[in-house]
């Protein structure tokens, strides 16, 4: 049927362009480099979080071309730019959504300066290249070019540059979602989260982000009483805290699969060799589950955390002097929770695991996510299916982040959003050119490839056929 349904979707691809103009691609490729290069440019990390400059860039790009455009904040050194090119409405829009913040850097450990989207080997480096630029800059560039192409839609392409992505949503899409939904609610959304692995310059597949965990804060507080060093006591609030951390580090938490990450173990088996494919399909049979598992942990932690909601134990704070025994001492967890645990109970059950009635365990804030999970039944996987095929040809693995996205509050509002993203060298995050890296990188090559994908996933979903 995924067949089928793909065939289907190229021919009315391969229909629509036939109706429509197709763009000079030469010249969308020099136009995309200049545009994600001018992005790349503007500072915009977050904290300390001003992203007005690239907004205002991105505004004027859009303005020039006759698209209707605003910006839209809670603060105004903060703006989101949103855009819309109205279709005749036999169908609910399509939202094209990238983030205009960046993390923060060191800029004494890169290469090259940092803001300064430098060109090297066929490679742009700079802060932004892989999150969030280069999804901002195709969707940009597929704005103006179905607005220049005089594309005839059949629902609204809505673009939204939103701000504060990287931890502070209130000025992004919790803005927009609480204040704007009107004028961004849609059927589908395009955004980050997933993207295309490549092994030595060889594409393997594609992840498209269906859902993903939900970040929350775990505070454990450990009390004891206080004392001298020089007279050990069983109370010491530093060593039952070291135990309960040991306890829930320990603590196999449950496997459970949703429908994402059922179809992702299941694909990845199809591409895999014999003894991982064997591997991966014995994580779907409860019976055979445990030894896959056991493997994951030890040599793939990110398939053990797709598996269940995970824990890990990151920041310890205790004592104040050598020789004082604390009456206190404090642990945070980063608890990543599967979208339909119980949050409450998974509470009582870290309680149990650490059985200590002296430690407390309570939730402490974080900029955490609501629940929502995007369907792989819907035309718009299907076209992003098809097209992977035909850009990369390789298989889509429909994927669960384990981080999180701003479209966990677009699809708790019903919206169904799926993560796409450029192809990237998995060796790169390894050698320090990922995403959050210090010498964050993009090939040239597959930043044009990226357009031309998005391109056709959006004519597919959006133009009159």
């Not at 050194?77 to 990238?98: F, Y």
């Not at 993207?195 to 505070?219: D, L």
């Not at 014999?274 to 055979?288: G, H, M, V």
């Not at 959050?436 to 996933?457: A, K, M, P, Y």
């Amino acid at each position: 049927m995924r067949q089928f349904i793909g065939f289907i979707t190229l021919l009315l691809t391969a229909s629509v362009l036939a109706q429509n103009g197709q763009p000079d691609w030469s010249q969308v490729e020099v136009e995309t480099l200049e545009h994600f290069r001018a992005l790349l440019q503007f500072d915009t990390s977050d904290p300390p979080g001003r992203e007005l400059p690239a907004a205002e860039y991105l505004r004027e790009v859009l303005a020039a071309e006759g698209i209707a455009v605003e910006m839209l904040g809670l603060d105004a050194e903060r703006p989101n730019v949103l855009a819309r090119l109205e279709g005749n409405g036999d169908k609910r829009p399509l939202l094209l959504m990238a983030h205009t913040d960046v993390v923060n850097v060191d800029p004494d450990k890169w290469t090259f300066p940092p803001f300064s989207a430098t060109v090297d080997d066929g490679y742009v480096y700079g802060r932004g290249a892989v999150d969030d630029k280069d999804n901002l800059t195709a969707a940009l560039m597929v704005m103006l070019e179905l607005k220049r192409q005089n594309i005839s839609l059949e629902r609204d392409v809505i673009f939204l540059a939103e701000s504060g992505e990287e931890g502070s949503t209130q000025y992004g899409i919790e803005f927009m979602v609480n204040n704007h939904f009107d004028k961004i609610d849609a059927e589908f959304c395009l955004a980050e989260g997933g993207g295309v692995v490549r092994v030595n310059r060889e594409v393997q597949y594609a992840g498209v982000q269906t859902v993903e965990k939900i970040p929350y804060r775990v505070e454990l507080v450990a009390t004891g009483v206080a004392g001298h060093g020089s007279v050990p006591l069983q109370t010491n609030s530093v060593v039952r805290l070291a135990k309960a951390v040991a306890a829930i580090a320990d603590w196999r938490t449950p496997v459970r699969l949703n429908e994402t990450t059922a179809a992702y173990f299941e694909r990845l088996a199809s591409i895999s060799p014999a003894a991982a494919a064997e591997r991966y399909l014995n994580i779907l049979d409860p019976a055979k589950a445990a030894e896959s598992d056991e493997y994951f942990l030890a040599n793939e932690p990110r398939h053990a955390s797709m598996l269940r909601s995970s824990l890990s134990p990151n920041i310890f704070d205790a004592g104040y002097r050598i020789n004082v025994i604390p009456s206190q001492a404090h642990a945070s967890v980063d608890f990543r929770a599967l979208p339909d645990e119980n949050i409450p109970q998974f509470l009582e059950e870290i309680r149990r695991i650490i059985n200590d009635p002296a430690i407390d365990v309570s939730l402490g804030e974080r900029n955490t996510r609501p629940p929502g999970q995007a369907s792989l039944t819907t035309v718009a996987f299907a076209v992003i299916e098809a097209n992977v095929n035909k850009h990369y040809g390789v298989i889509t693995l429909p994927t669960m982040s384990t981080g999180a996205t701003d479209m966990a509050y677009l699809r708790n509002k019903g919206i169904q959003c799926y993560g796409i993203g450029p192809a990237i060298d998995r060796e790169d995050a390894a050698l320090g050119y990922g995403a959050h890296s210090d010498q964050e990188r993009i090939l040239i090559s597959e930043l044009h490839r990226f357009v031309r994908f998005n391109w056709d996933v959006v004519i597919a979903l959006a133009a009159v056929k």
